[in-house]
């Protein structure tokens, strides 16, 4: 499932990275790999902000649907 569909505070595990190649590479340099840990910390109006490899990262909508855990 896309990580936008992920209820705040659950932790789940990346299974895939999907989109265009820039948008991938832009997202693995965040830390979004298959894997690793992700979880939400808060969602607003469609914008997030997760936690990845001890780091919190906002991101939007978009770019949470490239996500699959």
Same mark, same amino acid.
């Given at each position: ?31 979004? *790999?298959?894997?690793?840990? #992700?979880? /939400?910390? !808060? $969602? =607003?109006?469609?914008?997030?902000? @997760?936690? *990845?490899?001890?780091?919190? #990262?906002? /991101?939007? !909508? $978009? =770019?949470?649907?490239?996500?699959? @855990?």
């Amino acid at each position: 499932m896309p990580l936008g569909m992920v209820g705040t505070g659950e932790n789940r595990k990346i299974i895939k990275v999907s989109g265009k190649d820039t948008t991938r590479r832009f997202l693995e340099s965040l830390g979004f *790999v298959p894997g690793a840990e #992700v979880s /939400i910390i !808060s $969602e =607003l109006g469609g914008n997030m902000i @997760v936690n *990845v490899k001890d780091s919190r #990262v906002a /991101i939007d !909508s $978009e =770019l949470a649907r490239c996500i699959l @855990v």
